[in-house]
């Protein structure tokens, strides 16, 4: 784990110095200046720099810790500014040759001020600033506005009221690279709004050209019962289709 974690066991730790492992048994409560974390077992493999980490896993982001970074966009911004927590069952934490990979397995679920967002599974790499989150993705949230840059407006006054209502986003894979600042939804994507619903196969929110696009059988029903239906639709800033 980090150099600067402080882990503290519940009932102590055993010591496999030949295979320079680390085992807790019992419960730990595991601090650091961004984090603190806590579940019932982990295994450190000290030659390998990585952890696994077994049973009722959480882990609470502290508010505000590392967030002072200007390379950070407004979503990354927020979400570093706002305290949240992460339960799962399983977690690999990987540090090698200066890079962090998280991988979570099981009932994955992160609360981060109103949005929840829940998956089979989870990825993180830090060198590559990637976030993905496989199998049953569901995103609730008060509005779309999260996914979108803060100052993303559209002049279609239906397209701008749907990115302010309650929203929940249904996949079979989310994926956020911070760098390419894109956004993906991919499979069965269902977006469920209060006056609408939305079907298509893969959802683009692209901050770097300004479009948002859905493809594959792309279904939008109204709650009058008014449909549209396409292949492809593309928005983009200014609200051209």
């Known amino acids: 784990m980090r150099n600067n974690a402080i882990i503290y066991p519940t009932l102590g730790l055993e010591v496999d110095n030949e295979a320079n492992k680390i085992y807790i048994n019992d419960g730990f409560v595991m601090q ?3 984090y603190r974390v806590s579940a019932n077992t982990m295994v450190i493999y000290s030659d390998d720099n990585y952890s696994e980490i077994e ?3 959480q882990l609470i982001q502290l508010k505000g810790q590392g967030s002072d970074n200007s390379t950070f966009d407004s979503r990354e911004q927020t979400l570093r500014q706002t305290a949240g927590t992460l339960t799962t069952d399983h977690m690999t934490y990987i540090n090698q040759s200066g890079n962090e990979e998280i991988k979570l397995k099981g009932n994955v679920k992160i ?9 089979d ?4 790499n830090k060198d590559a600033d990637d976030y993905e989150l496989n199998g049953n993705v569901l995103v609730t949230a008060p509005s779309l506005k999260w996914l979108l840059k803060d100052e993303t407006t559209f002049n279609n006054d239906d397209i701008q009221s749907s990115l302010e209502m309650a929203v929940t986003l249904k996949a079979n894979t989310l994926h956020f690279n911070a760098t390419d600042k894109i956004v993906v939804l991919i499979g069965d994507v269902e977006v469920l709004l209060k006056d609408k619903v939305i079907y298509c196969e893969k959802l683009t929110f692209d901050d770097s050209d300004g479009w948002v696009s859905l ?3 792309v279904k939008m029903i109204t709650d009058n019962h008014d449909k549209i239906e396409s292949q492809e639709l593309r928005l983009n800033k200014i609200g051209r289709a």
Do not use: D, L
């Open 55 to 57: 049973g009722n896993i």
């Open 32 to 34: 650091a200046e961004e």
């Open 111 to 119: 609360r981060h001020g109103q949005k929840i967002i829940s998956s």
């Open 121 to 124: 599974i989870a990825y993180y």
């Open 215 to 217: 493809k594959g059988n």
